[in-house]
């Protein structure tokens, strides 16, 4: 009788948990398809879902060509100097392959066909992790975070965050914006009174106190913007520098690991001070910290803790403020470079806005403005390359991956790909134009990433380049220096190597 009971128990044990493990898969799977479900209608709204390649991936086995380097160390020298050059020769030599590159003793696979890209961040993504070698770097800095979370951490983060940044969500903090952007414009004024400027350093300053007063308004001062600005800067140079030195043995030494811990060390107190200010407040700042302090799972009801909000809180900086002023730096060369596509731009603006500051309702009016940003996000992606590291074997249109694999996706190949983009070298905001949208593959344009892991922060960037793009010219032309010269850099992001002189005239 004692053993039936046991047994009688068991089975009831063992049916609790099965329900319980079928209840959160339902959960899980019920979350993923709401949230492509949201994508879906975010894309639709913007014109910008592309039909599907004829594409069968291939039921023979294909083998990676392999691109070999020196001996020993194989492409690394050139990974680290040159990298979209090595890139750009591995599609050259292999178009429409996935390309093996020799890194010393291990080998990482360049994909930039677009099917293929497809397959990593949306048909099989589950399959496709972040890795830890180049993340271990933002890690130091911001724990686990959306960025760089896996699994349930990620699905529970996801949750969290991603009600805050819907398009409406963005579109609510378009006051805030203006309010900031017109204050930061004004000291744009006195420095490019009287000569050339550096546009790069002038729009990594202006975004890095956007994002900041953003996140933390009335909440720091202008003393603390700039040391924790000076602080940020520092953390973003170190996290690219060891980005790319993550492919070297790991007992290869890595400089500036004293200057690296002393700005995590100063960004730490300044956020941790603010955040335990603002719990004590009763006000409501209207910025991005109040939306994390409000934010709350759906299911268990819990807010995030000190830590979770500092990490946070430097993932939305680091994820917002080196892409945004990229961009905006490109855009104005691009500008210069193309004086009808800036004629039209002018027209547009001055058509919805004149001579007033933005509001919300102007935003979706600036269709044109968009295509621009759009397109210098095609022409000179600032996430220009990412990774993913492959969980289980698997297979890619006949290409065999091990578990373990570096796959390196690179959107700047990708959107310059002959095949899917007619004159790709070409400045042309038009292809963004909603009749033409619809014909591209969906993952042939991929700036802000794919499939269920696409960067919520989307609509907000977009927002604030249009914000700044339609204030700043309303004020000024800008025009490049004659004879400066202009070539892009390949780092984490991909920026003008020797900055951008232009000349800033009021209008």
């Given amino acids: 009788m004692l ?50 390649s004829p594409f069968h991936y291939s039921p023979t086995s294909k083998t990676c060509p392999v691109i070999h380097g020196y001996p020993f160390v194989g492409v690394l020298p050139q990974l680290l100097f040159n990298p979209l050059r090595l890139f750009q020769r591995a599609v050259k030599e292999h178009l429409g392959e996935i390309v093996a590159l020799k890194l010393g003793s291990i080998q990482a696979h360049l994909v930039t066909y677009p099917d293929h890209v497809q397959y ?41 965050m991603q009600p805050m940044f819907t398009a409406n969500q963005a579109n609510a ?12 414009l004004a000291n744009f004024e006195k420095t490019a009174d009287g000569g050339a400027i550096d546009m790069e350093n002038e729009m990594a300053r202006l975004t890095q106190r956007v994002i900041l007063r953003l996140l933390f308004s009335s909440s720091i001062d202008g003393s603390k913007v700039e040391t924790l600005g000076e602080a940020l800067k520092v953390i973003l140079r170190e996290i690219s520098r060891r980005a790319f030195l993550s492919f070297l043995p790991k007992q290869f030494p890595v400089p500036g690991e004293r200057t690296f811990r002393n700005a995590i060390q100063t960004t730490n107190d300044i956020i941790f001070t603010i955040i335990r200010a603002r719990r004590q407040s009763d006000l409501n700042h209207g910025d991005l910290l109040e939306r994390l302090l409000q934010a709350r799972d759906e299911e268990s009801k819990i807010g995030m803790n000190d830590q979770q909000l500092l990490n946070e809180s430097i993932t939305l900086f680091i994820a917002g403020y080196e892409t945004t002023s990229t961009t905006l730096t490109w855009i104005w060369y691009l500008l210069d470079k193309y004086p009808e596509v800036e004629h039209k731009l002018r027209a547009e603006i001055d058509g919805v806005i004149g001579k007033r500051h933005p509001a919300s309702a102007d935003v979706a009016k600036l269709q044109y403005t968009k295509m621009v940003i759009q397109e210098a996000m095609r022409f000179y992606p600032p996430g220009w390359f990412f990774s993913r590291v492959v969980q289980t074997d698997d297979i890619i249109d006949g290409y065999a991956l091990k578990a373990g694999t570096t796959v390196v ?3 700047y190949l990708t959107h310059h790909l002959p095949k899917f983009w007619n004159q790709p070298e070409v400045f042309d905001p038009e292809r963004f134009a909603p009749e033409y949208s619809g014909q591209r593959h969906s993952y042939s344009y991929f700036p802000f990433g794919g499939g269920p892991r696409y960067c919520i922060g989307k609509h907000l960037a977009l927002l ?16 490049c220096v004659p004879g400066h010269p202009v070539e892009s850099l390949a780092r984490i992001t991909l920026r003008p190597r020797y900055g951008l002189r232009m000349i800033v005239e009021p209008i």
């Fill in 173 to 184: 903090l378009t006051e805030l914006l203006v309010k900031i952007i017109a204050s930061e």
């Fill in 464 to 479: 604030e380049m249009q914000l700044i793009i339609a204030m700043m010219l309303q004020k000024y032309r800008l025009r």
């Fill in 3 to 52: 053993f039936k009971d046991k047994r009688v128990v068991f089975k009831q044990v063992k049916a609790t948990k099965t329900g319980r493990v079928g209840k959160n898969m339902e959960i899980k799977k019920g979350y993923f398809e709401q949230q492509q479900a949201l994508r879906n209608a975010d894309i639709a709204r913007e014109h910008e879902i592309n039909q599907q």
């Fill in 409 to 411: 996706l690179c959107p």
């Fill in 120 to 160: 990593i961040l949306n048909d099989n993504w589950q399959n496709f992790g972040k890795g830890e070698a180049m993340w271990k770097p933002v890690r130091q800095v911001a724990g686990n975070n959306l960025l760089t979370s896996q699994g349930e951490s990620w699905i529970r983060s996801r949750r969290l």
